[in-house]
């Protein structure tokens, strides 16, 4: 039956992205109740969202998307670009307190840390459960 609706194992792959990233931003929104923040408190609030069990599996599929992508493989290098847009506009529409033309650069560098984070604890898991409170005392010194 998948052939009469996919041509092709990519074609395949791709819809299945696209379902996932829809069922995310569904969440995502669920998520974004109230005012946009700092960046500071935004990075701390995503990376305790990053880890719980609703957003947590999703995290680790885009992250192996990523990291396919990087390597050059098809589908994800398609796919990938889109994500990478998706979560850094969420992340820019989540911001206050910054000068407008500082949000992409603000939403990569915050994307950056998360998918690091990602990586960092599906290779070695619990490796990275020092950065959240780290953060915390680096960002309470400005």
Not at 7 to 16: A, D, G, I, P, Q
Not at 25 to 45: E, I, R
């Amino acid at each position: 039956m998948l052939l009469y609706y996919f041509e092709t194992k990519n074609e395949l792959v791709l819809n299945v992205l696209a379902c996932i990233g829809t069922r995310l931003n569904t969440l995502l929104a669920q998520h974004s109740a109230g005012p946009p923040v700092p960046p500071a408190t935004f990075l701390s609030t995503v990376l305790t969202l990053a880890e719980t069990p609703d957003i947590a599996p999703f995290m680790t599929i885009w992250t192996d998307v990523i990291a396919r992508a990087a390597r050059g493989e098809a589908p994800y290098t398609e796919a990938a670009p889109k994500v990478v847009a998706n979560w850094t506009h969420w992340i820019t529409t989540r911001l206050t307190g910054i000068p407008d033309a500082d949000k992409p650069a603000c939403a990569a560098t915050i994307l950056s840390i998360v998918e690091g984070r990602t990586l960092l604890e599906m290779a070695s898991p619990g490796s990275t459960r020092t950065i959240p409170p780290y953060l915390e005392t680096l960002f309470s010194t400005f």
